[in-house]
């Protein structure tokens, strides 16, 4: 949903590149920009950089995922708000897109608050476990309480509130 599917993976990372930054009337990448965003892309081990060219739209649930990942991150912004951004992908490629959004914030030491409904996920990232039902606080894991946290310890210890079955799905 964070691209243009009828724009290429270059205009797509261009668009993304100019956000909030003075613009010209001028179109299109330049040689520099364009050996950046193959840099970047390389890193992510997808085969994007050799399909700068092709428009997203023929690009999976994955790639597409990954590349909406990078265009948000392009700028670094203060807060990077991930919500079920690995809801819609299949087990493999979920791993795959939470080890590149590590990498991601860690390399710039960005600050993400990630809304999941995967525990597992929420569990083994960040350094903070907050759990809502209702709109309202129910659990607050931190620090070296978190390290060893599991699901079972969560669910246990969610206790009654607990009614929305896909917290334990994965």
């Known amino acids: 949903m964070g691209t ?8 797509n990372l261009g668009m993304a590149d100019l956000r909030g930054k003075a613009r010209t009337l001028r179109w299109g990448v ?24 092709q428009t997203v739209n023929l690009l999976s649930g994955g790639q597409r995922q990954s590349l909406t990942l990078l265009m ?43 809304v999941t409904h995967n525990m597992e996920q929420a569990i083994k990232y960040g ?4 759990m809502l039902h209702g709109g309202k606080v129910q659990l607050d894991i931190r620090g070296t309480e978190k390290e060893c946290f599991t699901v079972e ?11 929305d079955e896909t917290l334990l799905s994965c």
């Open 127 to 130: 350094n903070r476990l907050i």
């Open 30 to 53: 330049s040689r520099t920009r364009r050996k950046h965003y193959i840099r970047l892309l390389q890193q992510m081990e997808l085969g994007l950089e050799d399909r700068l060219k």
């Open 153 to 163: 310890e969560a669910v246990k210890r969610f206790g009654s509130t607990l009614k």
């Open 72 to 114: 948000a991150t392009l700028s670094l912004p203060k807060l990077l708000l991930l919500d079920e951004h690995t809801a819609a992908l299949d087990p493999k490629t979920a791993i795959r897109v939470m080890t590149l959004t590590a990498e991601i914030i860690h390399q710039n030491q960005l600050t993400a608050i990630m």
């Open 4 to 11: 243009a599917a009828s724009m290429t993976i270059e205009e």
